[in-house]
């Protein structure tokens, strides 16, 4: 049998030695496979791995068995708007305009409700550009206090996020990074103006605010990852949905499995009735 994917002799080689005319030699044109399956194999590739760019997406295919390219493979995702999901270094711009509030939390143990809270800006893919989710976490009960979507990284929405937050509970701290959001004259003065200290991350410290960025990789693989939405409406009402659960329903192992909910009302001393 001649074949063109001879690991050492090429077609005219293998018809020399057995004694075939190479004129006579015509490849077998491959069957076809629809664009709709190929299409339907990358969505659901994408689904369970939404960081895979093309390239990943083609060698999983081909360990499917598919004979396909990687050229085929990103015009396809191009026409379907999909693309790998990867950290955009864009959430935290600083204003060189704005003053810079040191870091309190260093070396301080947490030990109850409204001691701490923790706030940052995430980004979501949509099929037609980003979104931006900005939420405020008690670091004591991990229990979301607010928060908000939008899509633009103006201060508004934080802004809005806080205000309904600070109608709630006054805390001792506020913990950001120095995006300009949280380095605006407009966030520093309402937290100020609660009686509340500010602090800021150090430049490129995301670890000084750990908690609030445990609950993005959370929210994002539990739950916003797992599905696809075409609208902001849409996924407005999901994360609402999965806040709540996350909130009143999900377990935490370091609670000692209670839900936020349930650590952040048994220890409130500071809620605002």
Known sequence: MITANHEALSIRQQCKLLAVNRASIYYKEEPKVDETEISNEIHEIWLKMPFYG?????????????????????????????????????????NLAHAIYPYLLQDIAIIRVNQAWMSDITYIKMPSGFVYLVALIDVYSRYI????????????????????????ASP???????????????????????????????????????????????????HILLFS?????????????????????????????????????????????
């Open 54 to 94: 093309y390239r990943r997406i083609t060698a999983a295919l081909c360990r499917l068995g598919y004979n396909i390219n990687h050229k085929r493979v990103a015009r396809i995702m191009k026409e379907m708007k999909i693309k790998a999901i990867y950290p955009m270094a864009k959430t935290s711009l600083r």
């Open 145 to 168: 206090i607010s928060w908000r979507l939008s899509i633009t990284m103006a201060t508004d929405f934080c802004l809005e996020m806080l205000k309904e937050a600070l109608s709630k």
């Open 172 to 222: 001792e701290i506020i913990n950001t990074d120095q995006g300009c959001q949280f380095t605006s004259h407009d966030w520093v003065n309402m937290v100020l103006s609660a009686n509340v200290l500010v602090s800021m991350d150090g430049k490129g410290r995301w670890v000084d605010n750990v908690y609030i960025e445990r609950f993005w990789r959370t929210v994002k693989y539990e």
């Open 229 to 273: 939405y075409t609208t902001v409406a849409e996924l407005r009402i999901s994360i609402a949905q999965y806040i709540e659960l996350y909130n009143n329903e999900r377990l935490h192992q370091s609670l000692g499995y209670k839900t936020p909910a349930e650590v952040y009302a048994c220890k409130s001393t500071n809620s605002k009735k």
